[in-house]
């Protein structure tokens, strides 16, 4: 059983930062492959990025990638979501998941979290 908690979430400017951050609770995180998902208002819940349990392999959504980096630090059963030039699309829930499996399919992870919502203003 894996718990997952997201923080980090906010208000900010477009071409502002935040970084997310989920912790997990549970043994042999580095088991996981870890991702992040998004839903915003009246859409679908989309794959944003994803990182293998060793952390050497990352893939990301194109919508993001070049602005968004993930990362984990497997000691402190955490994983991280940096997000620059956010933008007003940005806008959403963001949901972090544990998988055996990884990819960018929702129904390889078994573990979500609550989410967090992050909101870029124009």
């Known amino acids: 059983q894996v718990q997952l908690v997201e923080s980090g979430g906010g208000l900010v400017q477009a071409g502002g930062s935040l970084r997310l951050s989920c912790a997990a609770s549970g043994r042999a995180f580095s088991r996981y492959a870890m991702g992040w998902f998004r839903q915003a208002p009246g859409k679908e819940r989309a794959f944003v990025a994803a990182?293998?349990?060793?952390?050497?392999?990352?893939d990301y959504a194109d919508a993001v990638n070049g602005r968004f980096t993930i990362s984990r630090h497997n000691a402190e059963n955490t994983i991280y979501l940096q997000m620059n030039n956010l933008k007003p699309e940005d806008t959403a829930v963001y949901y972090c998941?544990?998988?055996?499996?990884?990819?960018?399919?929702?129904?390889?992870?078994?573990?979500w979290g609550q989410g967090t919502q992050v909101t870029v203003s124009s």
């Open positions: 990182i293998s349990g060793s952390g050497l392999n990352n």
């Open positions: 998941a544990a998988s055996l499996i990884g990819g960018r399919s929702e129904s390889a992870y078994t573990y």
